[in-house]
Structure formats: structure tokens, C-alpha cells
């Protein structure tokens, strides 16, 4: 089946400028998460939906950073007056989250935010 | 402050060698420890671990968790090319929430 979609797979932008970052996660995953990896280090947390909850935001680095999960399927990663320390691969995940399962989280393949 | 720590933070071998990566954690409520590699963008998965002194294997990769020491391991056999990727060690500390990764260790192999 398809697995985590993520668009655009690049983007470019002007220091200032605003960007959205799309994910769509596994159909029936309830679970969503958005990391960011930045040169050389491991995946951060930014932000985590989990079905009609609300979602845990203690991940995100500032108050320009927002996201939201429409209908409990995709969701939309906002960046307010993009900064180059923004720069970064930002990388979606779903999760199934069943009981008695894995809590294996599964991996898009990220966008690749350049801020000029 | 939980944290995973992983050695080394790269590594260069050459086809045919077997490797060790280490994964040490400080977490609080631990619930289970996952590799992933990536290659390129996507992490894809590899393991996940949520008892002591249990082998999980795949092919030529293996790895262990010790629950009391609080580190895994993931060894390759007979490593080649394709393995060059970085490895990334995560722990959970319940489930559904963010999972929490190290610093890769990158893997270089050479024909």
C-alpha cells in the first residue's frame, strides 16, 4: 500500500517568507508526527496529533512554527518569516498506534526547506 | 532530560567486515528502542526492541537490548555497499508519543 507522502520534496524560499509543508500520512494511521533534521544531527520533534486530541505542540522551536491535521488525515506544517536556521529536511511520520501492536512509526520522505 | 546517545558518529569499513553499532538511552518510563536506516530522506525501520536479551534478525542485521545496562546494539554480517546509510537508534517512552532518536551513526562501505 502507499506509504507517507510529503510535498514539496524541495523548496526554496527568501529569508521572511512563509512556507507550507504538506503530509499526507498511511490511510487509517491515527497517529502523526513532524520531525526536523537539521546537517548532522538526529531527528527533532516538533509536533504530534494523535486522532481528535489536542495535538502536543512542545516540540515546536517558536511561535512561527504552527501545523494542523485536517479531517484526522493530512496535515499542513507552517512556517511564519522563514529564517536560514530554519534550513533544515522536515520529515513526517504515521503511526497505527493499535493496541497490541507496534508503535513503529513510519517515515515520509521529508522536504528539504532552503532559507536564502 | 531524556537522551540517546549513539557510537560512533561514523564509521568506514570495507565489504565483507561485521560491524557494531552501539545505541546507550536515559529515559524516563522506558517502552521500547528502534533502529531505522536511511538512506537518502525517509528513515525506513528496521527493529524494535522491547525485551532484554532477545535477538531480533533480519538477513545480515541483528541486534539486542540490555534493559538493565540500557544500551542495544545492531551488528551487520558481511557488509556491503548498499549498507552505507546512516543508522538511527530511537527510544519510546509510551506509546504514542514522539520518539526520541540519536545522532545517527553514519556507515561507510567500501568496495
Known amino acids: 500500500g502507499a506509504g507517507v507522502s510529503q510535498s514539496p520534496s524541495n523548496k526554496v524560499t527568501e529569508k521572511g517568507k512563509d512556507v507550507e509543508l504538506r503530509c499526507d500520512p498511511i490511510s487509517g494511521h491515527t497517529a502523526l508526527y513532524w520531525y526536523r533534521q537539521s546537517l548532522g544531527q538526529g531527528l527533532e520533534f516538533l509536533i504530534y496529533?494523535?486522532?481528535?486530541?489536542?495535538?502536543?505542540k512542545s516540540g515546536l522551536p517558536s511561535d512561527r512554527f504552527s501545523a494542523e491535521r485536517t479531517g484526522g488525515s493530512v496535515s499542513t506544517l507552517t512556517i511564519q518569516r522563514t529564517q536560514q536556521e530554519d534550513s533544515a529536511v522536515y520529515l513526517c511520520a504515521s503511526s497505527p498506534l493499535l493496541r497490541g501492536r507496534t508503535d513503529t512509526q513510519y517515515f515520509g520522505p521529508g522536504t528539504r526547506l532552503t532559507v536564502l | 532530560e531524556d537522551k540517546v546517545v549513539q557510537s560512533p558518529l561514523s564509521l568506514v569499513v570495507h565489504e565483507g567486515d561485521t560491524v557494531t553499532l552501539n545505541c546507550s538511552y536515559e529515559v524516563t518510563n522506558f517502552r521500547s528502542l528502534l533502529w531505522y536506516k536511511q538512506e537518502k530522506k525517509a528513515p525506513t525501520f528496521l527493529f524494535m526492541l522491547t525485551s532484554s536479551g532477545i535477538e531480533k534478525k533480519s538477513g545480515r542485521l541483528s541486534s539486542i537490548l540490555d534493559k538493565k545496562e540500557l544500551f542495544s546494539i545492531l551488528n551487520i554480517t558481511a557488509t556491503q555497499t548498499g549498507d552505507s546509510a546512516i543508522y538511527l537508534c530511537?527510544?519510546?517512552?509510551?506509546?504514542?508519543?514522539?520518539?526520541?532518536f540519536g545522532k545517527g551513526t553514519t556507515l561507510s562501505v567500501s568496495s
Open positions: 496529533f494523535q486522532g481528535n486530541s489536542a495535538p502536543d
Open positions: 530511537a527510544v519510546s517512552n509510551q506509546a504514542g508519543t514522539a520518539l526520541i
